[in-house]
């Protein structure tokens, strides 16, 4: 059993905010907040802002996960109204850098440039050591290997509404990795799995999202689903062939007590063809099944479960208690096969904004042993 990670963090969440007309100085206001493994999210903003005028923040912070150790983080961002009555958009950069010396920029954008049209935009340019265990339910912990890979990742959805909450459009996903370094030996410096060496592709495919959340951020009742698909061919792709890959995401939250919020979230993942290795469907980190690392098991086909109860403390304090299950396989009977993986474990939370901006601290149990997370925002 791997030793338990223990770390304390403290978030320097010293954080400016503004929202300011356009011919007006910044007013301060609000803080936002960091961060996630390998994703930050912040805090909501008012539904809609005026047209023209516009809200700001920057902040430094630190975090922690079995995947990154300590890292430290600088986040800056901005929210703005396109027109009156549209949803706010926001743009925002993140840059950090953790203890195991992964470095990474990530930029995002969420756009409302007309009343039915939403475009989705996340990029990342980072340098990231990894762990690399094998293919499989059960490739063991003794298997992991290092390695690392400087990457470029770029993603653009734009959905159009459909009837309500129902919104349909086209993912355009593209992404470039090269190999810096192998463990001699290893599984990868071998070179014989797909997206082992360099390799780069370009997907397009259709994207279906319903969004009954009562709020995106701290959602007491209603639901999101999220289906996307995309197919990378081998005439837009270099160091492998064609693939495919489909994602399912389902969330479901109810209130059976007052102040007391039940999560229920579940994620399938399927992939064909040529399937880069380090993009297949795996299980584990911060947001799928906490108590194992991201990306501790893979395979052609992927699934998680968790189910999470938030309750109150006292003042800005919340607790959670959340257990999870999950597994992969090549094939649906391989996957039916082998029992999945269960995990289990407890957070406290502390509520930074009225906007739903929350510090995150889980302990979480698997069968690789006790794994702590110190992040924002939850899990999901």
């Known amino acids: 059993m791997r030793a338990p990670h223990v770390a304390v963090a403290l978030l320097l969440a010293a954080a400016t905010v503004a929202a300011e007309d356009p011919a007006q100085a ?5 803080p936002a907040a960091p ?7 912040s805090p909501a903003e008012p539904d809609a802002l005026r047209a023209g005028m516009r809200g700001w923040y920057t902040f430094p912070g630190v975090f922690y996960t079995p995947e990154t150790r300590l890292g430290g983080a600088l986040v ?3 929210h703005f109204g396109a027109a009156e009555g549209l949803a706010t958009s ?13 470095a990474a920029a990530q930029a995002k954008a969420t756009l409302y440039p007309n009343r039915p049209l939403l475009v989705d935009f996340q990029g990342e340019a980072s340098y990231f050591p990894s762990p690399y265990y094998g293919i499989g339910n059960e490739a063991p912990l003794s298997a992991e290997e290092q390695y690392t890979n400087r990457y470029v990742d770029a993603r653009v959805d734009s959905e159009w509404t459909i009837a309500g909450a129902l919104r349909a459009g086209i993912r355009l996903h593209v992404r470039r990795e090269v190999a810096v370094k192998r463990e001699e030996g290893g599984a990868l410096a071998r070179g014989d799995l797909p997206g082992s060496g360099d390799w780069g592709a370009v997907g397009v495919g259709p994207v279906l999202t319903w969004d009954g959340r009562d709020d995106r951020f701290q959602p007491s009742s209603g639901g999101y689903v999220n289906a996307a698909y995309a197919y990378y061919p081998s005439s837009l792709a270099a160091g492998v062939d064609a693939f495919g890959k489909a994602q399912l995401d389902v969330r479901w939250f109810l209130s059976p007590l007052a102040r007391n919020t039940l999560g229920l979230g579940v994620i399938l993942e399927a992939a064909h063809g040529d399937v880069p290795v380090t993009v297949l469907p795996n299980i584990g980190g911060n947001d799928t099944l906490r108590g194992y690392v991201d990306g501790r098991y893979r395979d052609n086909l992927g699934y998680s479960a968790q189910v999470e109860w938030r309750y ?6 919340r607790g959670t208690l959340f257990a999870g299950l999950g597994g992969v396989g090549h094939d649906l009977p391989d996957v039916g096969s082998h029992p999945p993986r269960l995990a289990g474990g407890a957070g406290l939370r502390f509520r930074l904004t009225s906007t739903g901006a929350y510090l995150r ?9 006790v794994q702590i997370y110190f992040l924002t925002m939850e899990a999901f």
């Open 26 to 30: 910044p007013r301060p206001g609000t």
């Open 35 to 41: 961060i996630g493994k390998a994703t930050v999210r």
């Open 76 to 78: 800056g961002g901005v």
């Open 90 to 102: 926001n743009a925002e950069l993140i840059l950090y850098y953790t203890q195991n010396h992964q």
């Open 312 to 317: 109150p403390i006292a003042g800005r304090f």
């Open 361 to 369: 601290g889980d302990v979480a149990y698997g069968s690789d042993g």
